[in-house]
């Protein structure tokens, strides 16, 4: 079945600093969705990727969707306080979105 | 519009015990999903309700069951409680649901703890 790989799996930034977190997918993506997660909190949809090798910007991130359509990055410029939470991406195929394990991101002020 | 809604938020449980936990959609949609989240597991897929029929399943043992009302409200139920049952149970609703492009809208969950 589907499976979707996150990494790293905890990722500790020191504020103005830039970092980059990767999805991976055993099969091929009608689309890619990532959300984000507050300490406490409840996940929150960011965005969604459809096109191969789609790349869509947010002020301070950016989300790539990769070319076979199995891989999707997010990478945070400059970043705040405000990015701490964990990021997970899910891929969705024709039956299901499937999570990965989601990348837990601290800030050094 | 109100957003995903579950109860309660807060559950103590013992071994051995039942519980069910109850998520409303956002008005309109007609999918709900529940997801398992446990530290460093990430969310783990339950099942799917469509129009009260559950259209997927992931891979929990038969303890897990739902069902869905005609106005799109979802239940959970976990019987025979085990320690490791112990999670954040998350809903989350869509208009259409799964394998689709839409977005999910998660509930603030319901965090279910076995002692």
């Known amino acids: 079945g589907q499976q979707v790989m996150q990494i790293p799996q905890y990722q500790h930034v020191q504020e103005g600093e830039d970092f980059t977190t990767y999805c991976n997918s055993s099969?091929?993506?009608?689309?890619i969705q990532w959300y984000k997660q507050r300490p406490g909190g409840h996940p929150v949809f960011l965005i969604q990727l459809v096109k191969s090798g789609e790349v869509k910007k947010q002020k301070r991130l950016t989300f790539q969707f990769g070319e076979a359509k199995k891989n999707s990055s997010l990478h945070i410029t400059a970043t705040q306080t405000t990015d701490v939470g964990t990021y997970f991406c899910?891929?969705?195929?024709?039956?299901?979105?499937?999570f990965g394990a989601g990348t837990t991101v601290t800030v050094r002020a | 519009k109100a957003g995903v809604t579950q109860t309660p938020r807060y559950l103590i449980k013992t071994r051995g015990q039942q519980v069910t936990l109850s998520c409303s959609p956002i008005?309109?949609?007609?999918?709900v999903s529940w997801y398992q989240q446990t530290p460093g597991q990430g969310l783990q897929f339950l099942f799917e309700y469509f129009s009260e029929t559950q259209r997927n399943k992931g891979n929990f043992p038969g303890r897990f069951s739902g069902r869905q009302f005609s106005n799109s409200r979802s239940e959970m139920n976990v019987s025979t409680l085990e320690l490791g049952d112990s999670a954040l149970y998350l809903c989350?609703?869509?208009?259409?649901?799964?394998?689709?492009?839409?977005?999910?809208?998660f509930g603030s969950g319901t965090q279910l703890s076995v002692l």
């Open positions: 989350a609703s869509s208009r259409q649901g799964e394998g689709t492009n839409e977005k999910l809208f």
């Open positions: 099969t091929t993506l009608s689309n």
């Open positions: 008005s309109g949609h007609r999918s």
């Open positions: 899910a891929g969705a195929d024709d039956y299901k979105l499937s």
